[in-house]
């Protein structure tokens, strides 16, 4: 089993920025990806960026893309998400996810993660 404990939400002004954090503990030698996804109250969990734990691979959604960035830090079993130029629309909960198994779907969707951090909100004041 991986564990993944969020850091870092918070309120901030529009344009302003923030740093999420997750951080694994557990059987991270099988971590294969490692993920930010995000939920706005009423809409489904959106994709936000991935990156593969043992390549150089990763990904930003194009709705975060330039504003976002995802850094890893293997040696910790950490995970952050960089973000400016924040936007109202960027309000949501933020979850950490972990791939172990390297299948049961495309990157970008929840369900080809097994395992999620407890989520922490961000909240973008306009």
């Known amino acids: 089993q991986v564990q993944l404990v969020e850091s870092g939400g918070g309120l901030v002004q529009a344009g302003g920025s923030l740093r999420l954090s997750c951080a694994a503990s557990g059987r991270t030698e099988d971590l294969y990806l490692m993920g930010w996804f995000r939920q706005a109250p009423g809409k489904e969990r959106e994709f936000v960026a991935v990156?593969?734990?043992?390549?150089?691979?990763?990904l930003h959604a194009d709705s975060v893309k330039g504003r976002f960035t995802l850094i890893r830090d293997n040696a910790k079993n950490t995970v952050l998400l960089q973000m400016d130029s924040l936007k109202p629309e960027d309000t949501a909960v933020y979850y950490c996810?972990?791939?172990?198994?390297?299948?049961?779907?495309?990157?970008?969707?929840?369900?080809?993660?097994?395992?999620w951090g407890q989520g922490t909100q961000v909240t973008v004041s306009s």
């Open positions: 990156t593969a734990w043992n390549s150089i691979m990763t």
């Open positions: 996810a972990a791939d172990v198994t390297g299948y049961g779907g495309g990157f970008s969707h929840p369900a080809r993660f097994d395992y």
